[in-house]
């Protein structure tokens, strides 16, 4: 069968070559894929911002299954487009797709169905926002309700670094119009933890739960990224705490979405924070977490397409994913300035060498290739994965091929995974 994904950053490449694994693939197009993609896939140009780009694609590939990357599209209804012209696709439709493009719209659903979550304000105005500070202990929580690119989230010290925040995010002068209305939120501690499951709209099955490293900087310092890198381990959580949340928070989503209306297929991503109360919502994405999938899909050793199509046409099952015990990691490799300002085109030294690195697989988010070689071409570059049967094991292997790799103004987190190896 023939396969398009979508997207081109560090999750769609691990997307790809987990697909090209299942021996029902024939085909895989990538669009629009990245330079290291380019060796696995057929990548074709598309804008993801524009819904009549993606259908044309979708035409012109005919592909028996497409995969979203990203949120965009997915935010856009390009689901809906292709479910409408009876193109299989994976991904929920718009109208789910709000649980992670409306903070607001999240809040309220946690809300109306008793699923644990921060105490939170909605406010579309500097008035409500004083208002509703009165009420809250520093530190706050401020985010821009809409999507942002993991930059709408301020945590403010104060009250009045709350305010200023809430006013740049107001003002459009933040993130633009995802700034329209804040969410301001009652801060939460403890470790946080990335809760995938699959979904066909009414049953779900568990993914590996994974943990990613959001601020830039070692020991959780400077703002927060996308993501700088993540790992998964068999016992990230025990079995007794993974039924406890499929019960009392992934299943009652889909249900709760399934009763509004709005079917939920797809991945679904709850982003928790386990509290000294209990685990609890902080946020949800639409999609597969980029760099958790690299991780994540690392321990899979079932067959991706089955289960992707399962959540298609209603038949998943918990038994759809058999998972390698072995732990895994990624650790992003970023360009000099990210996630402020930074240069692209910078050539990247290495690739073969790190690769070479027992368990490990470099997946390309920013780069492009010209002549054989590689370039950067974005933010974050690469995600350095490696999986090993002791976690101990998997990051010195992924460490070794960080540091085989080169490119002016490389920066890289040297701490992923660092809390847990602590503990153990
Ligand atoms: P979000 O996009 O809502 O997941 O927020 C991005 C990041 O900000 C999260 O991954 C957390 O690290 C942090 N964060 C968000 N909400 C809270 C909260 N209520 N308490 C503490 N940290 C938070
Ligand atoms: N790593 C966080 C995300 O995918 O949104």
Redesign the pocket.
């Known amino acids: 069968m023939k396969i398009l994904v979508l997207g081109g950053g560090g999750?769609e490449h691990a997307l790809v070559w987990k697909l090209r694994q299942s021996a029902r693939v024939s085909k895989v197009y990538c669009a629009p894929g990245n330079g290291g993609i380019a060796g696995e896939a057929d990548c074709l140009p598309v804008d993801l911002k524009n819904l009549d780009s993606m259908v044309a694609l979708g035409e012109r590939v005919g592909a028996d299954l497409t995969v979203v990357g990203p949120e965009l599209p997915l935010t856009l209804g390009v689901a809906d487009e292709f479910t409408r012209r009876g193109w299989p696709v994976f991904g929920p439709t718009k109208a789910a797709a709000q649980l992670e493009a409306s903070k607001s719209f999240a809040k309220e659903f946690l809300q109306r169905h008793r699923i644990p979550t921060a105490a939170y304000a909605i406010c579309d105005s500097m008035e409500e926002v004083r208002d509703a500070l009165a009420h809250f202990h520093p530190p706050v929580v401020v985010k821009a309700d809409g999507l942002a690119a993991?930059k709408g989230v301020v945590i403010a010290a104060s009250k009045e670094e709350a305010a200023s925040a809430a006013t740049e995010m107001l003002s459009g002068k933040m993130v633009g119009e995802a700034g329209a209305r804040v969410v301001l939120e009652e801060f939460l501690k403890g470790d946080e933890l990335?809760f995938l499951v699959l979904s066909d709209g009414e049953r779900v099955a568990p993914l590996v739960a994974a943990r990613?490293h959001?601020r830039v900087g070692d020991g959780d310092r400077g703002p927060n990224t996308?993501?700088m890198g993540?790992y998964s381990t068999a016992d990230i959580v025990d079995e007794k705490m993974r039924d406890w949340l499929v019960n009392h928070i992934a299943k009652p989503v889909v249900a709760g979405m399934k009763a509004e209306g709005a079917e939920y297929k797809g991945v679904l991503?709850c982003?928790l924070m386990m509290t000294a109360l209990g685990p609890m919502v902080l946020e949800f994405?639409c999609?597969?977490?980029?760099?958790?999938t690299q991780p994540i899909l690392m321990r899979l050793e079932s067959d991706l397409v089955d289960a992707l199509e399962a959540s298609i046409t209603g038949r998943v099952s918990e038994g759809d994913f058999k998972w390698s015990g072995d732990a895994s990691v990624c650790v992003v490799m970023a360009s000099g300035g990210y996630p402020g300002t930074f240069e692209v085109g910078k050539k990247i030294s290495g690739l073969d060498e790190a690769g070479a690195v027992e368990g490990v697989k470099v997946f390309h988010a920013g780069t492009s290739r010209h002549d054989g070689d590689f370039f950067t071409n974005g933010g974050r570059v690469l995600g350095v994965s490696a999986r090993a049967a002791e976690l101990e094991t998997a990051v010195a292997r992924a460490y070794e091929a960080c540091g085989k790799i080169g490119f002016e103004g490389a920066h890289y987190r040297r701490d992923i995974a660092g809390r847990a190896l602590k503990k153990d």
């Open positions: 999750r993991g990335s990613d959001k996308g993501g993540a991503y982003g994405n999609r597969f977490g980029d760099p958790e």
